[in-house]
């Protein structure tokens, strides 16, 4: 079983659309949840990071955790086609360098 | 400013022949990281690099593959005897490593087939 699980898609939305990502995790040590996007072609950028339980927001962009049941989300609303890309979700446990990061969740925004 | 860049973008070679990727890192930034990407894999961590300590190598998948840093800056990751499994986005990323998380800039990658 991996450490870190994460459904590959492809998801495919009509604009507009609220989007929700998931990731599971298994190791209890993790702290730091971070998901990242990659367009086609490029290298993963930080979308957004949180410590711990709970949620975190950033314009369309929501996070949340749950470490109760080792459950990350990443919600898009008003999804638009520049959101299309593919997002990766990545933990790491406190004061350490190596993040463990998902397969990603390619995602498509139709116009 | 400047980004994280790597070179070749694109490189083709075929089976048992050696290659050299090559990562230049944001100015400034103290640690360096390599990471595999392969189709429905994810980002396979390779190796890690933080200023003058002894890099950890803990993911290199096998003893063809190395790594080094040169003068806390460029890095160049070494393919030897390649194998068609070796196929993969080769990433390269650096980050401050200070403040709550160690954000990692992420250079566009090499893409290597082997034929």
């Known amino acids: 079983q991996k450490e870190v699980e994460q459904d590959p898609g492809p998801l495919s939305v009509p604009e507009g659309a609220i989007v929700s990502l998931n990731c599971t995790y298994s190791n ?13 072609r490029k290298g993963p950028e930080l979308l957004m990071y949180t410590y711990s339980s709970g949620n975190k927001e950033d314009g369309r962009f929501t996070a949340q955790v749950d470490k109760s049941s080792k459950y990350i989300s990443l ?18 446990a406190s004061g350490t360098y190596k993040y463990i990061f998902g397969t990603g969740t390619r995602l498509k925004v139709l116009a | 400013g400047a980004g994280v860049s790597q070179s070749p973008s694109n490189k083709v070679t075929e089976k048992g022949k050696d290659v050299e990727l090559r990562c230049d890192p944001i100015s400034g930034h103290t640690a360096l990281y390599w990471y595999r990407q392969s189709l429905g894999q994810g980002l396979e961590f390779l190796i890690y690099f933080q200023g003058n300590s002894a890099p950890d190598k803990s993911g290199l998948p096998s003893d063809r593959f190395s790594a080094e840093r040169t003068g806390g800056s460029v890095s160049t990751l070494t393919i030897q005897r390649t194998q068609q499994e070796d196929s993969a986005v080769y990433l390269c990323a650096s980050s401050f490593n200070r403040g709550v998380i160690y954000e990692q800039y992420f250079g566009p990658g090499t893409r290597l087939t082997v034929t």
């Open chain 1, 75 to 92: 919600f898009i609303r008003d999804s638009q086609p520049s959101d299309s890309a593919t997002y990766l979700c990545a933990m790491s």
């Open chain 1, 28 to 40: 209890s040590a993790f702290q730091y949840f971070m998901w990242y996007r990659q367009y086609s």
